[in-house]
């Protein structure tokens, strides 16, 4: 598709598992960043890539999230040992250079139960 | 770092209304400024956007200007429509020269056939 592709678009689990969260950017785009759409937080950002650079890790909230970007294209969050507070939406996005206008997919809801 | 401040609402009008939803910033210099537009269970999209003072960004009647003397991007259509019902947010890049974005608490808008 043309658009940056997210999946699942839903994802339901108990506490303490790991999830992985998957997303294919728009071809040619070299970043990519993930926030995260919570109740009573809003858009936070969690982390950025930037073709071969070393990711801009600032945003996550814990030891528990991590992220990577194979060939500098798919990227999977990975959160470890969910908690409930880790509910939200997690949105990512690409643009073909930094400082570009950000597309956006249309997310994976986590529900942590 | 930047930030921004957006009318929460939520706000409700009549179809043909006249609609203003408030933003303002805090920033080191003149960052480019942002409106995305997201539709239930959808991801964010780009709606506008201004890069430089006194610019005008305007998109499916929409339109905002880049405010430095108010610190200001009000996002203004001059009639809405019941399609227009969704969720807007202001942003900014987090460091001015930067990529990674911060965005406003986001505005619901329903419009009433």
């Known amino acids: 598709g043309a658009g940056v592709s997210q999946s699942p678009s839903n994802k339901v689990t108990e506490k303490g598992k790991d999830v992985e969260l998957r997303c294919d950017p728009i071809?040619?785009?070299?970043?990519l960043y993930w926030y995260r759409q919570s109740l009573g937080q809003g858009l936070e950002f969690l982390i950025y890539?930037?073709?071969?650079?070393?990711?801009?890790k600032s945003g996550l909230p814990s030891d528990r999230f991590s992220a990577e970007r194979t060939g500098g294209s798919v990227s999977t969050l990975t959160i470890q040992r969910t908690q409930q507070e880790d509910s939200a939406v997690y949105l990512c996005a690409s643009s073909f250079e930094r400082n570009q206008p950000q597309h956006f997919g249309d997310g994976t809801r986590l529900s942590i139960l | 770092g930047n930030s921004v401040t957006q009318m929460e609402g939520p706000v409700t009008l009549s179809e043909e209304a006249f609609l203003t939803i408030n933003c303002t910033y805090t920033a080191t210099g003149y960052p480019s400024l942002f409106w995305y537009v997201q539709y239930p269970g959808e991801g964010l999209q780009l709606l506008l956007k201004a890069t430089k003072a006194d610019d005008k960004g305007s998109n499916k009647g929409f339109e905002a200007t880049y405010r430095k003397e108010t610190t200001s991007f009000h996002l203004e259509k001059g009639s809405v429509q019941v399609s227009d019902s969704a969720v807007y947010f202001c942003a900014l890049p987090l460091e001015t020269s930067g990529s990674r974005l911060t965005f406003g608490e986001g505005t619901q808008l329903t419009v009433n056939p």
């Open positions: 890539f930037q073709g071969n650079s070393a990711p801009d």
């Open positions: 071809s040619g785009h070299t970043a």
